[in-house]
């Protein structure tokens, strides 16, 4: 099992910037990719954004591309996101997770194994 642990959401500003950490336990060695996905308030989850557990490849949604950027830690076990030029409709539950080595799409929610609990991010205009 793995556990996930996300942290640094709240309330900004449009044009303001936040960053999210995912910190990861247990049995990490089992993951190969790190994903973010986010749901606002009536809409269903979407892709973020993902890098894989060695840092050598990252992977973006249209809507985040050169605003948002993902990275990971492997020494520390977890993943960031930063996130800048923040805009009202950035506003969401963002949720950490992890998948391990599949074929599916990195975008697929549902190829990934394990899930955080979810950060308020509430951008105002």
């Known amino acids: 099992q793995v556990q996930l642990v996300e942290s640094g959401g709240g309330l900004v500003q449009a044009g303001g910037s936040l960053r999210l950490s995912c910190a990861a336990s247990?049995?990490?060695?089992?993951?190969?990719?790190m994903g973010w996905f986010r749901q606002a308030s009536g809409k269903e989850r979407e892709f973020v954004a993902a890098?894989?557990?060695?840092?050598?490849?990252?992977y973006y949604a249209d809507s985040v591309k050169g605003r948002f950027t993902v990275s990971g830690d492997n020494a520390k076990n977890t993943v960031y996101l930063q996130m800048n030029s923040l805009k009202p409709e950035d506003t969401a539950v963002y949720y950490c997770a992890a998948r391990k080595p599949k074929t599916t799409m990195i975008s697929n929610e549902a190829g990934y194994d394990y899930w955080g609990q979810g950060t308020q991010v509430t951008v105002s205009s």
């Open positions: 247990g049995r990490t060695f089992s993951i190969s990719t």
């Open positions: 890098v894989t557990w060695s840092g050598s490849r990252t």
